[in-house]
């Protein structure tokens, strides 16, 4: 049984660029939760995806957005990329309503 | 602030001993989530609590919430290098799904 996967495993970009990172949930998981984690501190909630609609949003601007798949894949895009955007960006998936959530690897994104 | 609090942030102990890391909220817990993260990579889930007073053991790693559910603890018997990673709580405090986590603690452990 294949856990959380996500891709890629590293990821480095230039400022004003954009960028999309991919995950696939938990095999029979529909819910996929997508985390920000800077360097030292704990993962930050950026929003989550059921039934292919944002659910809930995190306190992050309009320049990260998301997608989910029917096959309840997700996509998590990032525009115009600042400095401050690099971080370990984690995607968490689980059953709606049921609270634990399994976690990918991360894809570590450096903004240069 | 923080809304979650853990402390200590770092601790560095011989293998064998024991430790505790805690876990503090201003706020009731409707749910509170014990991750083990090794650097750079993914956190492992280690264990759930969801009633005051509640306890769980997996190996020798065991974790409690307290009776008004504002409070946790992990504790962690006999330790050994591989307890070693940064151990983070998380926790659903609206029954929300979003979980909010602390800032970590990171454990050494040394021979």
């Known amino acids: 049984d294949a856990g959380v996967t996500q891709s890629p495993t590293h990821l480095i970009k230039t400022r004003g660029q954009q960028v999309t990172l991919r995950c696939s949930p938990k095999?029979?998981?529909?819910?996929v939760s997508w985390y920000q984690q800077a360097l030292g501190q704990g993962p930050q909630f950026i929003f989550q995806y059921y039934e292919e609609e944002e659910r809930q949003r995190g306190n992050f601007p309009d320049r990260f957005s998301g997608h989910q798949f029917p096959n309840y894949s997700s996509e998590l895009n990032v525009n115009a990329l600042l400095l401050g955007d690099s971080a370990l960006y984690l995607c968490?998936?689980?059953?709606?309503?049921?609270?634990?959530?399994?976690f990918g690897p991360g894809t570590r994104l450096t903004v240069t | 602030s923080q809304e979650l609090e853990q402390s200590p942030q770092s601790l560095i102990v011989q293998e064998g001993k024991n430790l505790t890391i805690n876990c503090t909220s201003s706020k009731t817990l409707y749910g509170l989530y014990w991750y083990k993260q090794k650097y750079g990579e993914g956190l492992i889930f280690l264990m759930m609590l969801q009633k005051g007073g509640e306890e769980k053991s997996h190996e020798k790693i065991t974790a409690k919430l307290d009776e008004k559910k504002q409070q946790s603890s992990l504790h962690i018997t006999a330790s050994q290098p591989s307890h070693a990673g940064i151990y983070l709580c998380?926790?659903?405090?609206?029954?929300?799904?979003?979980?909010?986590f602390g800032t970590g603690t990171r454990l050494q452990v040394f021979p």
């Open positions: 998380g926790a659903d405090m609206r029954l929300s799904d979003k979980l909010i």
């Open positions: 095999s029979g998981h529909d819910t």
């Open positions: 968490a998936s689980s059953f709606l309503d049921r609270y634990e959530q399994y």
